[in-house]
């Protein structure tokens, strides 16, 4: 029962929900992504998925 992740990994351009900056991210991070103005953890990898801990604005291919 091999559900392989099918997902594929993309890039996402969020918006940190701390300051508000926007950058972009990798949605397959392996290990944390901060934000880079103020450092505020914005995708956590969580076994092989990540996180999003910050708000989406769009999905980049
Ligand atoms: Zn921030």
């Known amino acids: ?10 890039f996402l351009k969020v918006k940190c929900i701390d300051c508000g900056n926007q950058q972009i991210i990798f949605d397959h ?3 944390n992504v901060q934000c880079i103005i103020c450092g505020k ?5 969580k ?4 996180e999003i ?9």
Request: charged share 20%; net charge positive.
């Open 53 to 61: 801990v910050a708000q989406i604005i769009e999905v980049l291919d």
């Open 1 to 10: 029962m091999a559900n392989f992740n099918k997902t594929k990994s993309n």
């Open 47 to 50: 076994g092989g998925k990540s």
């Open 41 to 45: 953890t914005l995708v956590k990898p």
């Open 29 to 31: 991070a392996a290990s």
